[in-house]
């Protein structure tokens, strides 16, 4: 595996001219999606909830949170799966995307869209759960279960009978045994990156987040060896406790 150093000038070369273009039309809606988050929050009025129904009402807003939160995770995921999944093609396929739109919405159609929805909102859930716990239980889980989504995504351009959540979930802590933090380090080398998207308001999402993003998909590609090995085989989706796994 190499250091996030190199990982991110693969992402920089990827994206570059005269190829930008195709990288920000790969990632349009995610790009989309930043803007419209960053403005709204800029303009939302603060919610509060301390009267003389205090209790009641911190509830109602913690459910309406991981409501919301749900909901953005598993409509922002989608996106982002086909956004990821673009660019490992493009890199294991060393050809430019044609109809990069197209396959940024890939995930939207069919059966597909229901197996993403539940993978998505499985992951959601377990890394909830394991963050009531402690906070650094939640940030171990959330990088166990980073590659869960890609390796359905394998699977079904592989033409590969499809897995249940949980086994995704599994077979990605199993892949991210001693690579976790390499992950961890990657996406903190570009706090400086989203800090920049914060002062200008979202614009620079327009390079940062195809080059985020190419620089995850370039993770997942050496961490699978540069190829599509057999992920799991289970047909039906269907979720069942996680077990424990607090290494780094």
């Known amino acids: 595996m190499n250091n996030s150093y190199i990982i991110r000038q693969k992402a920089r070369n990827l994206i570059k001219k005269p190829n930008f273009g195709v990288s920000l039309k ?4 995610i790009v989309i999606w930043y803007l419209l988050d960053i403005g709204v929050s800029y303009y939302r009025q ?8 205090a209790i009641a009402e911190t509830i109602r807003y913690a459910a309406g949170s991981v409501t919301s939160g749900l909901f953005s995770s598993v409509v922002i995921g989608i996106f982002a799966l086909g956004t990821m999944w673009g660019f490992v093609e493009w890199y294991r396929d060393k ?5 990069p739109y197209a396959k940024s919405v890939r995930f939207w159609y ?3 869209i229901r197996d993403v929805v539940v993978i998505l909102g499985v992951r959601f859930i377990f890394i909830f759960l394991w963050s009531l716990l402690l906070f650094v239980p939640g940030i171990i889980k959330t990088y166990s279960y980073a590659q869960a989504d890609l390796l359905f ?3 079904v351009k592989n033409n590969r009978p499809i897995a249940n959540a949980t086994e995704y979930l599994t077979e990605s802590r199993e892949l991210m045994l001693g690579h976790k933090m390499e992950l961890f380090v990657l996406d903190l080398t570009f706090i400086g990156w989203w800090i920049l998207m914060a002062l200008t308001f979202g614009l620079a999402a327009i390079y940062v987040v195809p080059y985020h993003t190419a620089a995850r998909a370039e993770f997942f590609v050496e961490l699978r060896g540069g190829v599509d090995e057999p992920a799991v085989k289970v047909e039906v989706l269907q979720p069942k406790q996680p077990s424990v796994d607090d290494e780094l």
Not at 26 to 29: D, E, G, Q, R, W
Not at 46 to 53: K, V
Request: charge should be negative.
């Open 26 to 29: 790969l990632s349009a809606f």
């Open 110 to 112: 069919g059966d597909t």
């Open 95 to 99: 050809q430019v995307p044609e109809e």
């Open 46 to 53: 603060p919610n509060r909830i301390i009267s003389e129904h």
């Open 153 to 155: 995504a394998e699977d």
